[in-house]
């Protein structure tokens, strides 16, 4: 963990006082981006906000800020160990792996991350296929489901007011409990529009 922390910069006393699920999260940036994530550097949320409010669109919430915070706390100490051994074992093909998972985001299949990140685990996890899915099921229904269901009421509600401009990340959209299926049962007509 310490080489890890420390390939992105991280002293690893730093390391040895944060929760595992934290370290986890951290080790998700493979180190050949952290330069990117430099003081300064926005990310794509914060610049559609920016963007929003320069144009003086109003700008609204779908969950409380700490929400994925919350549910990383909430977690057992067995499931943030579990977390923090598979970042640690995928972490010689961190930089691999970043790249494969950004291929699949621009490809627009970004339920492939979730599933490469599921067959990365059969293959490095020791517990058997069915635990490991059990894992994926409970980590997926409290980080993505649940939440995509607490947005349906949210986005409809401003939708009666105007237009919407909703932005979350690309793993909410998938699936039939992602937002577009639900927001489809909800009676919106779903429509891609190529970029």
Request: glycine residues 8%; aromatic residues 8%; proline residues 6%.
């Amino acid at each position: 963990m310490s080489t890890a922390l420390a390939a992105r910069g991280i002293p690893p006393f730093l390391g040895s006082k944060m929760k595992p699920w934290y370290v986890s999260v951290l080790l998700a940036v493979a180190p050949c981006a952290v330069p990117g994530l430099t003081k300064g550097a926005d990310g794509l949320d914060a610049r559609v906000i920016d963007a929003a409010l320069g144009a003086g669109v109003p700008v609204r919430a779908l969950e409380p800020y700490d929400t994925a915070i919350r549910i990383f706390r909430e977690m057992g100490a067995a499931q943030e160990i579990r977390m923090l051994r598979q970042s640690l074992v995928l972490e010689e093909d961190a930089e691999n792996m970043s790249a494969t998972l950004l291929a699949a985001y621009f490809d627009e299949e970004p339920r492939l991350i979730w599933e490469f990140s599921r067959l990365m685990s059969y293959r490095t996890d020791p517990r058997d296929r069915a635990a490991i899915d059990a894992d994926y099921a409970e980590i997926e229904e409290v980080l993505m489901v649940r939440r995509n269901r607490s947005w349906i009421p949210v986005i409809a509600g401003a939708a009666k007011a105007g237009p919407v401009f909703a932005a979350f990340g690309a793993l909410h959209l998938s699936g039939d409990k992602g937002v577009l299926a639900l927001l489809a049962q909800e009676g919106f007509v779903i429509e891609r529009i190529a970029y």
